[in-house]
């Protein structure tokens, strides 16, 4: 079962398949767990369907379940029956397909930026994990760089992050998957805010 503690943390709900039903906030209760979309009508799903359950809380870290819809109605969703997820769930977690541009700066072996070399990029998505982007210019597997992007509240955050994967060229464009290193609470929250504020901006738009 999981912990009361979790309860008001920023969640989403996926089918098996990660497709993304709902976004909403927690509620940990005896009988299992609610989600509640802060007025927004939520989808209405069959008693017994299986889904995947992403959480993030900033003091407990993020936790990837299975459960079962036990109770659902426009207003909230009860699941029971919650199992947690192998560890290498977790990396699908809160991931948001966006265009977004930013600027990206190299950063020496003592964490100092490199003036003068920001290079202008594409986001093209970003987890609490990671992100994708395109760049013009060619960079190196394990290269250390550092981003500006700005987030919730157009306000930017600057995050680290190490290049993982290259990735097949699109568009004429090069394409890398880099991992964010070792992310501040703070930018952390902010970041998951972000992302939670953006997939409820995509709901609310394919049901219109």
């Known amino acids: ?30 009988e299992g767990v609610e989600i509640h979309n802060n007025g927004d009508r939520m989808p209405v799903l069959n008693f017994g369907s299986q889904v995947k359950l992403s959480l993030h809380n900033p003091q407990l870290g993020m936790q990837v379940m299975a459960g079962e819809v036990y109770l659902s109605d426009p207003t909230f969703l009860r699941l029971v029956n919650l199992q947690v997820f192998a560890e290498y769930e977790k990396r699908r977690f809160f991931r948001l ?38 760049c013009e210019k060619p960079l190196a597997l394990g290269g250390q760089y550092r981003i500006r992007i700005a987030l919730q509240d157009n306000l930017l955050e600057t995050l680290d992050f190490v290049i993982r994967r290259v990735l097949p060229r699109d568009n004429n464009k090069n394409r890398y998957g880099g991992e964010f290193l070792a992310l501040s609470a703070h930018a952390e929250q902010r970041l998951c805010s972000y992302i939670f504020n953006q997939q409820q901006k995509q709901i609310r738009r394919s049901r219109s």
């Open 1 to 30: 079962m999981l912990s009361k503690e979790y309860s008001g943390s920023i969640c989403e709900v996926t089918n098996m398949d990660n497709k993304l039903i709902v976004t909403g906030l927690i509620r940990v209760t005896d």
């Open 97 to 134: 397909t966006i265009d977004h541009s930013a600027d990206l700066i190299p950063v020496g072996k003592a964490g100092t930026e490199r003036r003068g070399e920001k290079t202008p990029i594409r986001v093209k998505d970003i987890s609490l994990c990671g992100l994708q982007f395109e």
